[in-house]
């Protein structure tokens, strides 16, 4: 089992930035790839990046060019660095892990407004 802790959302004016963290601890060495989504209020839970084990990545069309997606394997923690945020990245931001099964970390509202 693979237990995920997303840390580092909040409020953030529309431009700004924010860093998210995912650290994970427990049998780490099944993950193969890891991933960011994000479920806005009355909408579904969406991709918004992923990362392999061999730090092949992919974004979704909303993210390309404003995130980016990495991962510390020393420190077993994955980042989404955030820029030029906009009202509508407003929502809650999940840490996926992919291995033998798919855990899911708790979250970590992510609020973008003036």
């Known amino acids: 089992q693979v237990q995920l802790v997303e840390s580092g959302g909040g409020l953030v004016q529309p431009g700004g930035s924010l860093r998210l963290s995912c650290a994970a601890s427990g049998n780490r060495a099944s993950i193969y790839a890891m991933g960011w989504y994000r479920q806005a209020p009355g909408k579904q839970r969406e991709l918004v990046a992923r990362?392999?084990?061999?730090?092949?990545?992919n974004y979704a069309e909303f993210a390309k060019g404003r995130f980016a997606i990495s991962r510390d394997t020393a420190k077993n923690t994955m980042y989404l660095q955030m820029n030029s945020l906009k009202p509508e990245d407003t929502g809650v931001y999940y840490c996926?892990?992919?291995?033998?099964?798919?855990?899911w970390g708790q979250g970590t509202q992510v609020t973008v407004s003036s």
């Open positions: 996926k892990s992919e291995g033998r099964v798919v855990n």
């Open positions: 990362i392999t084990s061999n730090f092949n990545s």
